[in-house]
C-alpha cells in the first residue's frame, strides 16, 4: 500500500495563519501507531478535503456534538502531538485514540502458518484498526461508492463536501472543509447531486438514511456485527456498505466487503495465487473468523496486486443528460 502527502494541502497549510491552538494534547499510544497506514480508510482520495496528509502532519476536519473540530497530528519521539481548533476541539481530542486504535486488540489473531501475513505483521506493527465513530460521515462516503470507481467516487465526495461541508477551524488547509451534518446531506439539492455524479438510487438512500440521524448514532453503541446487521435493515445499505461503515466508526476487526469488485480476486491472489470469488473468499478466510478484517487489511498492506486481463469498469458521466 502506497501513502503520499498531498503537495497542494502541504503548500496551502504552510501559508495560512497560524494562530496559537485552542487545545493540545500528546497521545502516548501502549502500541506503535502508523499514522498513515490507519488513517489511511479515512481518507477518501488524494484531494479528499476533511482527511489531508501534508507535510506538516494529519489533518482532519468533523463534527462532534459541540459542534466542528480540525485535528492536527503529528508524530512526536515520545508520542503523538494532537492539537485542535473549533468548538468541537475538546470532544475531538478525545476521539482520537480511540480513532488510532487504542481499542484495537491484535493479540488473538495467528498468522504464524502462513509466511506472506506474517510477514506482513511484522513489516507494519503500527497499522491499527480505525474506531472513529462518525457515522454520518462514514455512511454518506460508502454510498456515494457503491458500484462505480474509486475515481468517480472519490470526485462527487470531493465536489459535496466542498460545496455543502463547512470551512475547517483554525489554520487548516484552506480547501479543508467539515463535512456535511445530518441534515445537511438531506438538504442537498437534487441538481447537485446530479452534477456531482451521483445518481438518484444513491442519493436517496444517503437523504433517507440521515434522516434517521438519531438511530444512526445509537449504532455507535453496538457491536459491530449487531451495527452492520441494523444498518442493512436501511433501504439500499447491503452487505458492501454497511461492512464499509463499520470499519471505520467500529474498527470491526470481522467485516469483510463481500461484493466489492477487486477484493476476493486480490486476496485470493495473494494468499493462495488465484482469483476468487464472494464465496471462495468467505471459505478462504474462515480460519480466521472474527478477525477477517485484520487479515484483510494485512494483505493489502503488502502493496500485492493481480495481473489485471478483464475488462475494466467503464467510467459512466451521467451529469449531461
Given at each position: 500500500?502506497?501513502?503520499?502527502?498531498?503537495?497542494?494541502?502541504?503548500?496551502?497549510?504552510?501559508?495560512?495563519?497560524?494562530?496559537?491552538?485552542?487545545?493540545?494534547?500528546?497521545?502516548?499510544?501502549?502500541?506503535?501507531?502508523?499514522?498513515?497506514?490507519?488513517?489511511?480508510p479515512h481518507r477518501r482520495g488524494r484531494h479528499?478535503?476533511?482527511?489531508?496528509?501534508?507535510?506538516?502532519?494529519?489533518?482532519?476536519?468533523?463534527?462532534?456534538?459541540?459542534?466542528?473540530?480540525?485535528?492536527?497530528?503529528?508524530?512526536?519521539?515520545?508520542?503523538?502531538?494532537m492539537q485542535a481548533w473549533g468548538p468541537g476541539a475538546g470532544q475531538a481530542l478525545d476521539s482520537i485514540p480511540a480513532l488510532l486504535g487504542a481499542h484495537d486488540d491484535w493479540s488473538g489473531l495467528d498468522v504464524s502458518a502462513h509466511p506472506l501475513l506474517a510477514d506482513a505483521r511484522h513489516r507494519h506493527p503500527g497499522l491499527r484498526l480505525t474506531r472513529s465513530q462518525r457515522v454520518t460521515d462514514a455512511l454518506a462516503a460508502a454510498?456515494?461508492?457503491?458500484?462505480?470507481?474509486?475515481?468517480?467516487?472519490?470526485?462527487?465526495?470531493?465536489?459535496?463536501v466542498t460545496q455543502h461541508g463547512d470551512p475547517a477551524p483554525g489554520p487548516a488547509p484552506r480547501h479543508m472543509r467539515v463535512p456535511p451534518s445530518a441534515e445537511g446531506w438531506r438538504r442537498i439539492p437534487s441538481w447537485d447531486w446530479h452534477r456531482a455524479g451521483v445518481d438518484p438510487r444513491r442519493s436517496r438512500t444517503v437523504v433517507e438514511a440521515t434522516a434517521r440521524g438519531s438511530a444512526l448514532q445509537r449504532l455507535v453503541g453496538r457491536e459491530g456485527a449487531d451495527a452492520r446487521r441494523l444498518l442493512e435493515t436501511f433501504s439500499g445499505i447491503g452487505v458492501w456498505t454497511s461492512a464499509e461503515i463499520v470499519q471505520r466508526t467500529h474498527g470491526d476487526p470481522d467485516a469483510v466487503s463481500f461484493g466489492d469488485y477487486h477484493l476476493s480476486k486480490t486476496i485470493g491472489f495473494a494468499l493462495v495465487g488465484e482469483e476468487l470469488d464472494d464465496d471462495g473468499l468467505a471459505e478462504l478466510l474462515e480460519p480466521w473468523s472474527g478477525q477477517r478484517q485484520r487479515v484483510v487489511r494485512l494483505v493489502l498492506a503488502t502493496g500485492i496486486t493481480r495481473p489485471r486481463h478483464g475488462a475494466r469498469i467503464t467510467i459512466q458521466d451521467h451529469r449531461g443528460h
Open positions: 500500500m502506497t501513502l503520499s502527502l498531498d503537495p497542494v494541502a502541504a503548500h496551502a497549510s504552510a501559508h495560512a495563519s497560524a494562530p496559537a491552538p485552542a487545545l493540545e494534547h500528546e497521545y502516548r499510544p501502549e502500541h506503535e501507531v502508523d499514522l498513515l497506514s490507519t488513517l489511511h479528499d478535503p476533511a482527511t489531508v496528509f501534508a507535510d506538516d502532519g494529519v489533518w482532519l476536519a468533523f463534527r462532534t456534538e459541540e459542534g466542528a473540530a480540525t485535528v492536527r497530528l503529528t508524530r512526536r519521539t515520545s508520542g503523538i502531538r454510498v456515494i461508492e457503491q458500484k462505480i470507481t474509486s475515481t468517480e467516487a472519490f470526485r462527487a465526495w470531493r465536489v459535496l
